[in-house]
């Protein structure tokens, strides 16, 4: 037994039956009951062999773990687990329950978007309820340190009281975790709010166990600046190729696949926004080499990348497709999450500047329809949104958007209109909600709901073909996305009027 155990919700610990897509699933409000969500999208992560850690985790979470595992805890110092192991996991040398949340309270752009249209609480911030609420927590009377992505939505006194959290660790918690943690076990007082520091490439502790899909990450933040995104994205690092694939080997021997991850991962060890071409075909050809020495079947996983870097570089998008042979009936396409956010040339010019180089804003419209065309051309299939309600958006800029995403139409791809929340430069600015929506808003949400349908039903069949994950499931779920079109089409039909279906 332990002293220091590390877990997350349930949401999180979870590889979607190894679609990382369906993770959108933990944002969906709770419209169906949580055993069917559990067993539809979400299964535990397993048990690995000592009976009682999980097999993958969270990047976050393995990073924490890795960080104490290098600055004074042992092996049996420090475990991490689903919650559904805590009780047998905690016992009474267990000082200190460390937890990993993306969205506590709903509040990120996907959770709230959907759970305000369907007026229910989404099912990662039940779940995230639900685990601090563990029984187990009070009876060993445990400090809860809680940490990860969306730490800033606890940064509040009363929402930490509420929750009887020891201490919220907001930004990257590498650094910091080691010292707070022992103090934690050796029973000192904590700070209420820690502000983690941006952490240097030589001190990126590498990772002990599997992640969640296998994901590794390349390079942490950003530095292209858009005025709505976390300010923690500011400062752009890449990790060096061996850190990589020391951790890509792990998770091939432990989960079998990877999924690289960064905010753009066609700018791996970029010098600004033009990407390095030479470098990025290096990781690619090196993770392919593991995936052959390790003797599993090809299948490299991208998180996002940016419609800007495909433009500049379309060669290297052709490049990758060969490196990770996609186009085949067993590896049909690749695919990455994305941002559009908006088709209005105002509202580039005012938020995302960064987004569009090394483009102008007033070139932002041929950049997306452009990148299509290279992502289409080269098997590539990706998974946009969209800003809805961004500070000073009028009726005209939602039409400008609309107008894109009906020039979209021909392109196999998911596109995800988000409610605009206030972060970064943007903090003082109010949530976007339902009640703000204008008929044009509604008109660009049927437009994205048709355009999802339309191609939604291709994508299972794809994807499930690609023997990720087992056909009965994909029956189901394509019954399950039937049934949901079915249900909203007379509101969609309400939408394309730029009516609100709710009170049609
Ligand atoms: S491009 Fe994406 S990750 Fe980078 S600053 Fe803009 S919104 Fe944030």
Not at 13 to 31: I, N, Q, T, V
Not at 59 to 80: M, P, Q, T, Y
Not at 259 to 268: I, P, Q
Request: charged share 25%.
């Amino acid at each position: 037994m332990v002293e220091i155990v590390l877990t997350a919700d349930k949401t999180l610990m979870s590889d979607y039956h190894r679609g990382e897509f369906l993770g959108f699933a933990a944002c969906a409000p709770a419209a169906i009951p949580e055993y069917i969500y559990e067993k539809l999208f979400c299964p535990p992560a397993p048990v690995d062999d000592d009976g009682i850690s999980a097999k993958f985790a969270p990047c976050g979470l393995r990073r924490i773990e890795a960080a104490l595992l290098e600055n004074g805890f042992s092996r049996d110092e420090v475990v991490v687990v689903h919650p559904d192991m805590l009780n047998r996991a905690v016992d009474k040398r267990t000082k200190v329950l460390g937890v990993s949340t993306n969205d506590p309270l709903g509040l990120g752009p996907a959770s709230s978007t959907f759970s305000n249209l369907a007026g229910k609480e989404p099912f990662n911030a039940i779940s995230f309820r639900r685990l601090m609420r563990s029984p187990v927590i009070r009876k060993h009377q445990l400090k809860v340190i809680v940490g990860g992505p969306g730490a800033w939505q606890l940064e509040d006194e009363r929402i930490r009281m509420k929750f009887d959290i020891d201490c919220v660790l907001v930004g990257e918690g590498e650094l910091v975790a080691p010292e707070l943690f022992k103090k934690a076990v050796s029973g000192e007082e904590l700070p209420r709010f820690v502000h983690g520091e941006v952490v240097p490439l030589e001190k990126f502790p590498k990772i002990k166990g599997a992640t969640v899909n296998g994901l590794v990450e390349i390079a942490r933040g950003c530095g292209r600046g858009c005025k709505f995104c976390n300010p923690t994205m500011l400062k752009f690092r890449c990790l060096p190729l061996e850190h990589i694939l020391e951790e890509v080997r792990l998770n091939l021997r432990k989960v079998g696949r990877v999924l690289l991850h960064a905010e753009d991962v066609l700018r791996y060890k970029a010098n600004g926004v033009i990407p390095n071409e030479q470098a990025v075909i290096e990781l690619f050809e090196a993770v392919k080499r593991l995936y052959i020495e390790e003797n599993r079947p090809l299948d490299i996983g991208i998180s996002h990348f940016a419609l800007s870097s495909v433009v500049a570089k379309p060669a290297l998008v052709s490049e990758l497709s060969e490196i990770m042979e996609v186009g085949t009936k067993e590896n049909p396409w690749a695919s990455g999450q994305t941002g559009i956010e908006t088709g209005s040339e105002r509202l580039v010019e005012l938020h995302m500047q960064g987004k569009v180089r090394p483009f102008k804003p007033e070139e932002w419209r041929e950049v997306v329809l452009e990148a299509h065309e290279i992502l289409k051309e080269n098997y590539w299939v990706p998974c946009s949104t969209l800003v809805m309600g961004l500070p000073r958006e009028e009726a005209k800029d939602v039409l400008e958007t609309l107008e894109l995403i009906e020039d979209l139409r021909g392109y196999k791809s998911l596109i995800v209109p988000l409610f605009f929340v206030p972060i970064g430069n943007l903090i003082a600015e109010s949530f976007f909600t339902m009640k703000k929506m204008l008929p044009e808003h509604w008109m660009l949400f049927a437009a994205c709901l048709k355009h999802d349908f339309r191609w939604v039903y291709t994508l299972i069949d794809e994807y499930f073909g690609m023997t990720r994950v087992a056909a009965p499931r994909a029956a189901t779920i394509k019954l399950f996305t039937k049934y949901m079109e079915k249900k909203l089409k007379p509101y969609i039909k309400d939408m394309e009027q730029g009516l609100n279906p709710l009170e049609s």
